[in-house]
């Protein structure tokens, strides 16, 4: 069975950093796109960024510059460098994959792990 399992989420204070990973397993890894989605109470899920199986990269343009997605094929990993961080990215991160091609669209994913939570707060 698939399985995505994320970690790294945690409380930081504004302008921190934090990275968060995600294993998967019960996939061919190299054949998958990974992605990274947000979630705040009472909003709809929001597009962070995403890495395709050749290596395409797509990302929300609420976090060009700060947010960095990579995937590491040896260990099953994709990770998000989160650096600059502010309140407005406070929310669950979870972690998605879909065959080959990455996308901004959450519908598009049939696999999902259970959410790690990043709070950004004085």
């Known amino acids: 069975q698939v399985q995505l399992v994320e970690s790294g989420g945690g409380l930081v204070q504004p302008g921190g950093s934090l990275r968060l990973s995600c294993v998967a397993s019960g996939l061919s890894f190299s054949a998958f796109a990974l992605a990274w989605f947000r979630q705040s109470p009472g909003r709809a899920r929001e597009f962070v960024a995403a890495?395709?199986?050749?290596?395409?990269?797509l990302k929300a343009e609420s976090v060009e510059g700060r947010f960095r997605i990579n995937a590491d094929d040896a260990k099953n990993t994709a990770t998000l460098q989160m650096n600059r961080l502010i309140s407005e990215d406070t929310a669950v991160y979870y972690c998605?994959?879909?065959?080959?091609?990455?996308?901004?669209?959450?519908?598009?994913?049939?696999?999902w792990g259970q959410g790690t939570q990043v709070t950004v707060s004085s």
């Open positions: 890495i395709g199986s050749g290596g395409r990269r």
């Open positions: 998605a994959a879909r065959p080959f091609r990455p996308s901004t669209n959450d519908k598009d994913y049939e696999f």
